[in-house]
């Protein structure tokens, strides 16, 4: 399975909350709550991720091996 746990480390380190998010970062509230609940994004989504928040993939998502 592939969780945005990372994410929320990365956001936490580098002060940036969800309301920054929705209205510094201008992402929307459906792909916060895709994030947040550990849906689907693109490729693009997730490149634009790693140039906003100035981080490798790694610092994004994780993937765990379904039990």
Aim: charged share 30%.
């Amino acid at each position: 399975m592939i969780t945005f746990d990372p994410l929320w480390k990365t956001l936490k380190e580098k002060n940036i909350s969800q309301y920054k998010l929705l209205n510094d970062y201008n992402m929307s509230r459906g792909m916060l709550d895709n994030i947040k609940h550990n849906r689907s994004i693109t490729l693009t989504t997730l490149n634009q991720f790693c140039e906003m928040f100035d981080c490798d993939i790694a610092d994004i998502i994780e993937y765990t091996k379904d039990k």
